[in-house]
Structure formats: C-alpha cells, structure tokens
C-alpha cells in the first residue's frame, strides 16, 4: 500500500534555530514530491515540488532534498521565524494517468520566541 | 486576486439533513478536488474533476456527491449527513491533473469545518 509518513509529529524549537522534517514514502512507481506549509485554520500551500530526478530544491529560507533510491525527503528551515509555525505536509504522487496523490499526516512546528 | 473560496467556513448540522458546501475559483482551471482532513490523517481526496461534466471518485467517496456544471465551480453535497463526516474540507483547483504524471501546483481553498450532530 502506499504510503507517506512524516516525522516528528511535532516539533518545537526556538526562534532563529534550524531544524529538519522527514518524510519516507513506499509510493511507487514515484512520480513527484512535494511539501506544503499549512498555517492554523488555512489551506495547503505549496512550498517545493521536486521530480525523480531532482536532488534539491529551495525556496527563501526552506530547502527541500530527496533521496529518491532510499525514499526519504526532508525539509530543512533556516533561522526560523515566528511565522514558520505551521504544519508541514509532504505529498507523494504516483506516476500514473489518474489523479494518485497521497498526503503525510504532517509535522506540527511551533516557534518559541 | 486569484483565489479559491469555500461557503460555508463553518457549519453544524444535525444528522440527515442535507447540506451543500460551495466551492469557487477564479484562475480559469481545469481541475478542482475535494479533500477531507481529520486528526491524525493526511488530507483524503473525495471527488475530483478533470473538466465540465467530467468527475471522478477519490479515496473516500461514499456519502458525497459532487457536479461540476460551470468551469469555477465545484460544490460538495451532503445529502444525508452523519457524524462520521465530521471533519475539515479543502476544495483545491490546479490548471491541469494534480498528482499523478503532472506538476501542476493545487491551490487550497481556506477550508470548512463541517460538524454534524
């Protein structure tokens, strides 16, 4: 079955550290990834998207990376802010015609000041 | 301001009686989908649609309906509510297919969280 999972469920830290989200799939046969910040009571945004053949891909201070022969993503935050405080999503497709997407159940970030 | 807009934000209701949750995009797109969020679970596609008249089932299908009659519009019918269909709801739309071959980017609407008594 595929599937995503994301790790910690939770995460807090302190206003201008670093941190890292990880994401393993089992999707196959993998098409694309990306990962979403989702702000409290909003949709989904869409932060990267990265192909099979992408290693890294950045956007201000978050940097995505994928592994795609062990199946791991991560999303690296650089000197976190107030406003990162979200839910991060990682969302894996399938290489198909149909409309195959599966969503991680998120990481829940808090930024401490 | 391109946008996608959910009606209601907020709604109770009780068992059985039917409700329609609307959805609307202006940026001329071809797909437009239905999501269901809950605790613990990533979002769960429940209708999507390629184009006019044309819709699909997603994942959790049952106890939904949905047509597609206009380009921008996308409306989510409940026609017998029950308390299992608690849950927060995001329309999304995206020029072409989302997932699958495509890189399209969905645009999530703010969401509805729908509770039924």
């Known amino acids: 079955k595929n599937q995503v999972e994301q790790s910690p469920q939770s995460l807090i830290i302190l206003e201008g550290k670093n941190c890292t989200l990880q994401?393993?799939?089992?999707?196959?046969?993998?098409?694309?990834l990306r990962w979403y910040k989702q702000d409290t009571g909003r949709g989904p945004v869409s932060l990267t998207i990265?192909?099979?053949?992408?290693n890294t891909k950045s956007n201000g201070r978050y940097t995505a990376t994928l592994d795609a022969d062990t199946k791991q993503s991560s999303l690296h935050i650089t000197a976190s802010q107030l406003s990162d405080s979200a839910s991060y999503i990682c969302?894996?497709?399938?290489?198909?015609?149909?409309?195959?997407?599966?969503f991680g159940s998120g990481t829940r970030l808090s930024i401490r000041p | 301001e391109a946008q996608v807009t959910q009606n209601p934000r907020y709604l109770i209701t009780v068992t059985g009686k039917k409700l329609t949750v609307t959805c609307s995009q202006n940026?001329?797109?071809?797909?437009m989908s239905w999501y269901r969020q809950d605790p613990g679970l990533g979002l769960r596609q429940i209708y999507y649609?390629?184009?006019?008249?044309?819709?699909d089932k997603g994942d959790v299908p049952e106890g939904y309906k949905v047509s597609r009659k206009e380009k921008r519009n996308f409306p989510l019918i409940l026609e017998s509510p029950s308390p299992n269909q608690t849950s927060l709801y995001f329309c999304?739309?995206?020029?072409?297919?989302?997932?699958?071959?495509?890189?399209?980017?969905?645009?999530f609407g703010p969401g509805t969280r729908l509770t039924v008594l």
């Open positions: 969302v894996v497709s399938e290489y198909s015609s149909a409309s195959k997407i599966i």
């Open positions: 649609s390629m184009n006019v008249e044309v819709t």
């Open positions: 994401c393993n799939y089992t999707v196959s046969p993998f098409s694309n």
């Open positions: 990265m192909t099979f053949s992408e």
């Open positions: 999304a739309s995206s020029p072409g297919l989302a997932g699958g071959f495509s890189t399209d980017t969905q645009y």
């Open positions: 940026m001329n797109h071809e797909y």
